[in-house]
């Protein structure tokens, strides 16, 4: 936060006329709320790791690319990104709610979404039976999820050639 605190300045300013009435730019302020959350991944990125989740418009990060790690996306500059660590079987506790709210049903398609994240990382390395895990996890919990039946489709057919 402290080292973002010129870029969070720029913005509340542009957001403070917009608040109260005044005169604003809705480009200027758009732009400097973009530079500030960009700013929070590159004024720390050498110093931790910087994560973000599914919802985060790609365009808010540019030149860092989204690899899944957990339930988020670590952020990695390209010649950086590792391979995919070995599967790890706490990606695949879940404990579902037996309500069908709105809020219940985003979050069991986020977490099938990220679950698919982590199955085309894999497909990228090759790692088919890894895949498949990751997109019938996803299936399960979220039977309609159309990119996970896709992918899961392609790990089949990438596993049998």
Not at 10 to 21: I, R, S, T
Not at 110 to 119: D, E, R, S, V
Request: charged share 30%; with cysteine.
């Amino acid at each position: 936060y402290r080292r973002s605190l010129p870029k969070i300045r720029a913005f509340l300013v542009e957001l403070d006329k917009f608040e109260h009435g005044k005169p604003y730019d809705p480009e200027t302020i758009e732009s400097r709320y973009n530079e500030m959350i960009a700013d929070f991944a590159d004024a720390n990125y050498g110093d931790r790791p910087v994560y973000v989740t599914v919802e985060m418009e790609k365009h808010l990060f540019p030149g860092y690319a989204r690899i899944p790690e957990g339930l988020a996306l670590r952020l990695f500059k390209p010649g950086e990104i590792p391979p995919p660590p070995p599967l790890r079987e706490e990606l695949f506790r879940f404990r579902p709610f037996h309500r069908k709210e709105r809020l219940v049903s985003g979050l069991f398609s986020m977490y099938a979404t990220m679950l698919t994240n982590h199955g085309v990382r894999f497909m990228e390395y090759g790692r088919y039976r890894e895949a498949e895990r990751c997109f019938l996890k996803a299936l399960e919990i979220d039977p309609g999820h159309a990119q996970a039946s896709e992918w899961y489709r392609r790990a089949r057919e990438a596993g049998r050639g």
